[in-house]
T-cell receptor, first 112, second 113 residues
């Protein structure tokens, strides 16, 4: 069983479209995260949720909206996609905010 | 969170120990040292973390200097599958912290046959 799973693995779409990436963890963790890895391979946090409550929003455009229906899920919805949104998006989870993070395998988003 | 400095790249012969250094001279007493790695096209993988004492697990050993200003990750018998980018991260332990990890450029370790 995959601990942190993301779908889809690849997402190719046109500019202006709206898309969602789903994330689920079966580790029983309380905290979940979204990270973005750009073309230069820098990994940067976007959002963090603890028990379904937003605790980090790292100056991400309003077009990005995370949604946590329950503790085990943190989905990322992106409106009006732009070329600069092309990146690999990683979901992660941790038991507590100070515990190690466990990452999913990533979603490669390509905006054409 | 304190900044870290790592060499950009390193090579290691298969079967030998890989010693990856990290400088974190501005680390505070509340900050842990974490190591992650990212194998090509995969998500980052947690390796080990420590505060003051040396730590060992099934993957690696972490040696932290007494002044805590630097540390070394040791992979005792490197294999080709250990080829990856290794990230050294310092992270605040206080519960008010948001759990955020700040990734730098890391060290690209190439294990060669």
């Amino acid at each position: 069983d995959t601990a942190v799973s993301q779908t889809p693995k690849y997402l190719v779409t046109q500019m202006g479209n709206d898309k969602s990436i789903k994330c689920e963890q079966n580790l029983g963790h309380d905290t979940m995260y979204w990270y973005k890895q750009d073309s230069k391979k820098f990994l940067k946090i976007m959002f963090s949720y603890n028990n379904k409550e937003l605790i980090i929003n790292e100056t991400v455009p309003n077009r990005f909206s995370p949604k946590s229906p329950d503790k085990a899920h943190l989905n990322l919805h992106i409106n009006s996609l732009e070329l600069g949104d092309s990146a690999v998006y990683f979901c992660a989870s941790s038991h507590l905010v100070e515990s190690p993070l466990f990452f999913g395998s990533g979603t490669q988003l390509s905006v054409l | 969170d304190a900044k870290t400095t790592q060499p950009t790249s390193m090579d290691c012969a298969e079967g030998r120990a890989a010693n990856l250094p990290c400088n974190h001279s501005t680390i505070s007493g509340n900050e842990y040292v974490y190591w992650y790695r990212q194998i090509h096209s995969q998500g980052p993988q947690y390796i080990i973390h420590g505060l003051k004492n040396n730590e060992t697990n099934e993957m690696a050993s972490l040696i932290i200097t007494e002044d805590r200003k630097s540390s070394t990750l040791i992979l005792p018998h490197a294999t080709l599958r250990d080829t990856a980018v290794y990230y050294c991260i310092v992270r605040d332990r206080r519960s008010s912290n948001t759990g955020k990890l700040i990734f730098g450029q890391g060290t690209t370790l190439q294990v060669k046959p």
